[in-house]
Every structure is written in structure tokens, then in C-alpha cells.
């Protein structure tokens, strides 16, 4: 599964060293920089296993923040 997150920086001041994690998959991105009013789109490919029949792949597939 392709995961893309994409970060906005509606704000006035720039971010560093931005770590996003996921409660399932763990740390997901680390050491992202994000100037202000600018827009980081990352994409990773992951493998998702779960038990049971039924994988709600949906939740995983794309994820979008916005800081400020």
C-alpha cells in the first residue's frame, strides 16, 4: 500500500525536524522540514498485515495534516 501524507503550513514560522507516527504503523516520516505557507507531500510504501478476513486499507491510505 502507498501511504502519501501531505503537510500545509498555513502559519507564519517554518518547521523542522517533524515526525509523524500512526497508532498501527509507528513512525511513519522523521526529520521533515515544512517552511511556512508551504506544502510537504511525502509517499512510502508499506505493508499492512492483520488478522482476520477483512483489512480496511482506507485508513491507512492517505493522510493529511495541517499545521499552523
Do not use: P, R
Not at 13 to 39: C, R, W
Amino acid at each position: 500500500v502507498k501511504l502519501t501524507l501531505t503537510l500545509k503550513n498555513t502559519g507564519k514560522s517554518d518547521y523542522q525536524n517533524v515526525t509523524v507516527t500512526d497508532a498501527a504503523l509507528g513512525t511513519v516520516f522523521t526529520g521533515l522540514t515544512v517552511k511556512a505557507g508551504e506544502t510537504v507531500t511525502q509517499e512510502k510504501e508499506v505493508t499492512i498485515t492483520e488478522n482476520g478476513t477483512d483489512i480496511d486499507v482506507a485508513k491507512y491510505a492517505k493522510v493529511t495534516v495541517n499545521v499552523s
